[in-house]
């Protein structure tokens, strides 16, 4: 199934009247996403996401600093789209989403996860896009296990 995907730009703010396309495409990519994750690992998932990405329009030419732009506005509508949800809307999912939502606008990412384990297990997960992160890594940069 593809999604519609609304072209989000560098420096231009997305218009009121778009702002609900938006929500909506973060909240199929979600659904996806979630009933993907049900049937396959997350390496999977991941690269599904790679592997069905339409590519960009020929007329869309962006810098890698636009690119970084356009992700990190694509993270903060994700963030902000999947904490309202009563969901499941942690880390693992908002990278999951926000991955396959720019890899559907050929914005290559890296998932990583880390943890650690003292005092207590922790972990959590974030988007890099070019060794540079677009959701925050929370102090868990140093401590990576696996990049996708």
């Known amino acids: 199934m593809t999604i519609s995907t ?3 730009t560098p ?3 997305v218009p009121g009247r778009l702002k609900p396309v938006l929500a909506a495409e973060i909240l199929i990519v979600y659904v996806q996403v979630r009933w993907l994750l049900r049937r396959q690992d997350v390496r999977s998932v991941v690269s599904s996401a790679r592997a069905s990405s339409p590519g960009r ?6 810098t890698s600093l636009e690119d970084r732009l356009v992700a990190v506005r694509l993270g903060g509508a994700v963030r902000r789209t999947l904490n309202v949800l009563p969901a499941d809307s942690r880390c693992l999912m908002q990278s999951l989403v ?4 720019l890899s559907a606008r050929a914005i290559s990412t890296t998932v990583v996860i880390a943890a650690r384990s003292e005092p207590e297990f922790e ?3 974030w988007v890099e896009h ?3 992160p677009v959701l925050p890594p929370r102090g868990f940069d140093e401590l990576r296990l696996v990049e996708i």
């Open 57 to 62: 329009a020929p007329d869309v030419e962006f």
């Open 11 to 13: 420096r231009r703010p």
């Open 98 to 101: 926000l991955s396959r939502l």
């Open 130 to 132: 070019e060794r540079v």
């Open 123 to 125: 972990a959590h997960a």
């Open 6 to 8: 609304l072209r989000v």
